[in-house]
């Protein structure tokens, strides 16, 4: 049985963002700090990523650990009331994240995804994209370099 009222529940569900939320906030300024540039909210590519860095054809895809399932993460739990409406809610949300996935590829994009639990240590967060980049080549071109 939900504790809360059907229109509290209504107000709290309305207010979660889906753009520009803290977890992406803090991805950005991260890699805005690691001298990396990019656009946001690219509506012409499919799933309109998060985060993309054309020149590197990257995008990164910053995603709620609830929403999108994060495999054994704690802050994926499954609310106790309702189970199937949640259940079948998130099958559809990761379906969805695989078939966008797999656009972006097939498309030529190399694709990066940020848990949200992994945006609370910034440091870590930071070491974590530059590995990503090392290994698909995608080191900043430094300024003044040729």
């Not at 590197?56 to 199937?84: D, E, I, M, N």
């Not at 190399?110 to 080191?139: H, K, M, P, Y």
Request: with cysteine; hydrophobic share 35%.
């Amino acid at each position: 049985m939900d504790r809360l009222s059907a229109e509290r529940r209504s107000t709290n569900m309305a207010r979660i963002k889906g753009k520009n939320t803290e977890p992406e906030r803090i991805v950005r300024s991260v890699l805005h700090r690691m001298g990396y540039r990019f656009r946001l909210h690219d509506r012409t590519l499919p799933g309109t990523p998060d985060i993309v860095l054309r020149s590197r054809k990257t995008v990164v895809l910053v995603h709620g650990c609830f929403w999108h399932r994060h495999p054994r993460c704690r802050f994926a739990y499954t609310p106790k009331s309702r189970q199937q409406f949640w259940l079948t809610k998130f099958a559809a949300n990761v379906a969805r994240d695989r078939r966008q996935r797999r656009a972006l590829r097939l498309s030529g994009w190399n694709v990066i995804t940020v848990w949200e639990c992994q945006t609370i240590d910034r440091a870590a967060l930071g070491s974590r994209l530059q590995r990503d980049f090392s290994r698909s080549g995608l080191q900043r071109q430094k300024r003044g370099s040729s």
